[in-house]
């Protein structure tokens, strides 16, 4: 989820990074939210796209791979990332209609503060007024009447978000490599392993299914494994954390009133909750976005940490009373794939021009997927 501010990265703010022909061939390796979408997006310009991933789209090891994840253009002052979900929330919409499949639930985002400031809210009010998306403010009296359910006798007033919401985040995925495939493009099941770098260009990529792959440009959008891939680059760069998500049962009686509430965002607390109540009916899901303890993507066990559970206990149980013995239905462990400073990357390999790295999604990419991939596809692609 990662509620940061920061400022915005540069490379996406440069006019080209790389300037690929319409008629050149690209291999991307991760078919997660980063490089399915950019995946589909380069195709759909005209290259030649070959798509591979170790373990297929939306797996269970990969960041991409839960039920759902919240979209909110909130991002305090920072408008390059506010600008992106708007777009992103448009591509969104426009391609669960194409392929008929519900991916985005329009339920809210319901942002609850304990201070009378919250920068990370109050900055993006400017944008969202420029953007016609505006927030409602929402005094202790009203946030009370409207979501009964929430305990607000620590908080200041709350701020609703009516064009955020939910996505379904593996179904999605899966979704971006089937229209991928459907366009045109080719996917490999396999892992791939980058060949040597000869003149400033990767030569191939070696795929564990005994095929080696050429192309123009390698796109490397490969999550938490971004630092095995590259260890002598992005070891330190791109670090892998354990996170959990919760999910909760909640009360027989009241199941439609906890389901109706928005995605919401305890935005001043300690370790950053945040929830997607009706969360595909699986359960009332509790994120935990303070970093975790180090974690390798491929061999970690995907076991909640007792500490952690036990402090998420008391904190739902504290904003939610309703859910004081509320019983765990199912938990996840996902791995952040942590930029330094949260940024996106989006660079060339210091020794190959043709290896560009995608990656760094660090808790909030998600939801940027779509427009993202779109991003990329024009820094790449001549126009
Ligand atoms: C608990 C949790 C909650 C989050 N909440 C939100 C949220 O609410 N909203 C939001 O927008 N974002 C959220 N995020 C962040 C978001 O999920 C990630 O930023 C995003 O999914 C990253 O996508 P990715 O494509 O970079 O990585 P991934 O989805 O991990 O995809 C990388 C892919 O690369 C493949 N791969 C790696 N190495 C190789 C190789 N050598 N050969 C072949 N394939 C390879 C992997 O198999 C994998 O499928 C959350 C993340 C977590 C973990």
Not at 171 to 175: L, N, Q
């Given at each position: 989820?990662?509620?940061n501010t920061?400022?915005?990265?540069?490379a996406?703010?440069?006019?080209?990074?790389v300037?690929?022909p319409r008629t050149a061939?690209v291999?991307v390796?991760?078919?997660?939210a980063?490089?399915?979408?950019t995946?589909?997006?380069?195709?759909?310009?005209?290259i030649?796209?070959?798509?591979v991933?170790?373990?297929?789209p939306g797996?269970?090891?990969s960041?991409s791979?839960d039920?759902?994840?919240?979209?909110?253009?909130t991002?305090?002052?920072n408008?390059?990332y506010f600008d992106?979900?708007?777009?992103a929330?448009e591509?969104?919409?426009?391609?669960e209609k194409?392929?008929?499949?519900?991916?985005f639930?329009n339920?809210?985002?319901?942002?609850?503060?304990y201070q009378?400031?919250?920068?990370l809210v109050?900055d993006?009010?400017p944008?969202?007024?420029?953007?016609?998306?505006?927030?409602?403010y929402?005094?202790?009296k009203e946030l009370?009447?409207?979501?009964?359910l929430v305990n607000?006798?620590?908080?200041?007033?709350?701020?609703?978000d009516?064009?955020?919401?939910?996505?379904?985040?593996r179904?999605?995925?899966?979704?971006v490599a089937?229209?991928f495939v459907?366009?045109g493009?080719?996917?490999?099941?396999?892992?791939?392993?980058?060949?040597?770098i000869?003149?400033?260009?990767?030569?191939?990529?070696t795929l564990s299914?005994?095929v080696k792959?050429?192309a123009?440009?390698?796109v490397?959008?490969c999550?938490s494994?971004?630092g095995q891939?590259?260890?002598?680059?992005?070891?330190?760069?791109?670090?892998?954390?354990?996170?959990e998500?919760y999910?909760?049962?909640?009360p027989?009686a009241?199941s439609?009133?906890?389901?109706?509430?928005?995605?919401?965002?305890d935005?001043d607390g300690?370790d950053?909750?945040?929830?997607?109540?009706g969360n595909?009916?699986?359960?009332?899901k509790l994120?935990?976005d303070?970093?975790?303890?180090?974690?390798?993507?491929?061999?970690?066990?995907?076991?909640?940490?007792?500490?952690?559970?036990?402090r998420?206990?008391?904190?739902i149980?504290h904003?939610?009373?309703?859910?004081?013995?509320a019983?765990?239905?199912?938990?996840?462990v996902c791995?952040?794939?942590?930029s330094?400073?949260?940024?996106?990357?989006?660079d060339k390999?210091?020794?190959a021009?043709?290896?560009?790295?995608?990656g760094?999604?660090?808790?909030?990419?998600?939801?940027?997927g779509?427009a993202l991939?779109?991003?990329?596809?024009?820094?790449?692609v001549?126009?």
């Open positions: 989820m990662a509620a920061f400022a915005p990265p540069a996406f703010l440069q006019p080209q990074l300037l690929l061939s291999v390796v991760g078919a997660g980063f490089g399915g979408w995946a589909l997006h380069l195709l759909r310009r005209g030649h796209v070959t798509l991933d170790a373990w297929g797996h269970s090891r960041s791979g039920e759902t994840r919240v979209i909110r253009s991002y305090g002052s408008r390059f992106l979900n708007v777009r929330l591509l969104w919409k426009e391609s194409k392929w008929n499949k519900k991916l639930h339920v809210g985002v319901l942002w609850l503060c009378e400031s919250t920068p109050d993006s009010v944008f969202t007024k420029a953007h016609g998306m505006p927030y409602e929402l005094e202790l009370r009447r409207r979501y009964p607000t006798d620590d908080l200041h007033h709350g701020w609703f009516p064009f955020g919401g939910y996505l379904m985040a179904e999605s995925t899966r979704a089937e229209a459907q366009e493009g080719t996917f490999l099941q396999a892992h791939a392993q980058p060949g040597n000869r003149n400033g260009k990767l030569e191939d990529i299914i005994g792959l050429q123009d440009a390698y490397f959008a999550g494994w971004m891939v590259f260890p002598e680059v992005l070891k330190n760069v791109i670090t892998c954390t354990k996170q998500a999910y909760f049962g909640v027989q009241d439609e009133s906890y389901d109706a509430m928005p995605a919401w965002v935005v300690n950053y909750y945040y929830g997607i109540p595909a009916s699986r359960g009332f994120g935990v303070r970093r975790g303890e180090s974690f390798d993507p491929t061999y970690g066990e995907r076991l909640a940490n007792p500490q952690v559970l036990e998420a206990r008391k904190f149980a904003r939610f009373p309703g859910l004081k013995n019983p765990l239905v199912e938990n996840r791995p952040y794939e942590n330094p400073d949260g940024n996106f990357i989006f390999h210091p020794e021009s043709n290896i560009i790295f995608l760094g999604g660090s808790g909030h990419g998600f939801k940027h779509p991939g779109e991003h990329v596809t024009n820094l790449m001549e126009r």
